[in-house]
């Protein structure tokens, strides 16, 4: 086996070097104006030019950074939803993990990500590109952190061991997306305890009792 | 108290039947292309132009029964929701109620909604008009039938006199169109049923032990 090549990586970073590149503070204004210009416009009518405008950036500017439309909206997606965020928080109890979960940057008591997905729902139906790399990059880590949160609460004896901790998982997303759309706001930090004391602990008391 | 006056009744019955009506079975095909057309263009594309060419009518024909997109949209949501099926069962049980509504016509187990919404999102979030319409249209009818089984469970003292019965009628529409835009397919009969017994009859249960 050979080492990567010195000469490749050399090249690489002058490459990178004489090119301006997209990065930092700037960077983020980028998303951020791709995130309003998503809710503004939709998906299918989000433009390079569109966005340009809105971040007062030069299109070959975001082409060099973003190749095409989806790199460009789920970068944007990522840094809102803060995916890093609180991934594995740690109380000592089911309920409070999932409190803090959700009230942190990007959980589910932000308002931005309604009103984005909300933006996206159309286009995610129908093209296949955006909805997987939504699934990959954004779903699958949020909902991986939240299982982590039930197998600990499984471990405790919260949770019983037969339980579909996917299922469990998903009820305070689910409740919460489905009520923003009915009312058009998202659950303040007061409804999601209510929520987790009268639905997801419950559920969760039944798969102990049921075991 | 003047009774309804009877001029004004036959000059309305003169004017329905010297303009071609678009009724009966008509009507269901042309609203039946009108969801297939929303499924395929999204709503902001929909256009009388592509209905009538879907339908095989002509725009005035359209016109005449339907003046606005939102009224044309609005009443084929309604024929897919079948918004009058099985509003009221009476199995005698919460669960029994919970599931024949579920698997009726226009009910969580139906695949046609979840991709005919899918398409209605983005623009119920720009369209207030839309919005509002299909608030009071469909989804206000489908709550009251919902809310009704609760209240009827609660006289049975299967839920507590103190629920919120609003939050236990959203669990299975949460849970199921959430379940329905992860995996691009809704849930099946069984998996409704599952849902009703891991989730919504324990949420149920902890409203009797609470009060």
Same mark, same amino acid.
């Given at each position: 086996?050979?080492?990567?090549?010195?000469?490749?990586?050399?090249?690489?970073?002058?490459? =990178?070097?004489?090119?301006?590149?997209?990065?930092?503070? #700037?960077? +983020? *204004?980028?998303?951020? $104006?791709?995130?309003?210009? %998503?809710?503004?416009?939709?998906?299918?009518?989000?433009?390079?030019?569109?966005?340009?405008?809105?971040?007062?950036?030069?299109?070959?500017?975001?082409?060099?950074?973003?190749p095409a439309k989806v790199d460009l909206?789920?970068?944007?997606?990522?840094?809102?939803?803060?995916?890093?965020?609180?991934?594995?928080?740690?109380?000592?109890?089911?309920?409070?993990?999932?409190?803090?979960?959700?009230?942190?940057?990007?959980?589910?008591?932000?308002?931005?990500?309604?009103? =984005?997905?909300?933006?996206?729902?159309?286009?995610?139906? #129908?093209? +296949? *590109?955006?909805?997987? $790399?939504?699934?990959?990059? %954004?779903?699958?880590?949020?909902?991986?952190?939240?299982?982590?949160?039930?197998?600990?609460?499984?471990?405790?004896?919260?949770?019983?061991?037969?339980?579909?901790?996917?299922?469990?998982?998903?009820?305070?997303?689910?409740?919460?997306?489905?009520?923003?759309?009915?009312?058009?706001?998202?659950?303040?930090?007061?409804?999601?305890?209510?929520?987790?004391?009268?639905?997801?602990?419950?559920?969760?008391?039944?798969?102990?009792?049921?075991?």
């Amino acid at each position: 086996m050979t080492p990567p090549s010195s000469t490749a990586t050399s090249t690489h970073e002058e490459s =990178v070097r004489t090119r301006p590149r997209v990065e930092g503070e #700037r960077e +983020r *204004e980028i998303l951020e $104006a791709t995130l309003e210009t %998503l809710v503004e416009l939709g998906y299918d009518k989000l433009s390079f030019d569109a966005v340009a405008g809105a971040a007062k950036a030069s299109k070959a500017t975001l082409y060099r950074r973003w190749p095409a439309k989806v790199d460009l909206v789920v970068d944007a997606l990522e840094l809102m939803l803060g995916v890093e965020a609180d991934r594995f928080p740690d109380t000592g109890t089911l309920r409070g993990d999932l409190i803090s979960q959700a009230c942190a940057k990007g959980g589910l008591a932000d308002d931005q990500p309604v009103k =984005v997905f909300g933006s996206l729902m159309n286009a995610m139906h #129908r093209d +296949r *590109e955006l909805h997987d $790399a939504i699934m990959t990059r %954004l779903i699958a880590p949020k909902m991986a952190s939240a299982v982590h949160i039930f197998r600990a609460a499984q471990q405790r004896g919260e949770v019983g061991p037969g339980a579909d901790l996917d299922l469990l998982a998903r009820l305070l997303p689910a409740i919460s997306i489905h009520e923003a759309m009915l009312t058009g706001s998202h659950p303040s930090q007061d409804r999601l305890v209510t929520l987790v004391d009268s639905v997801v602990l419950p559920a969760c008391a039944a798969t102990v009792q049921r075991d």
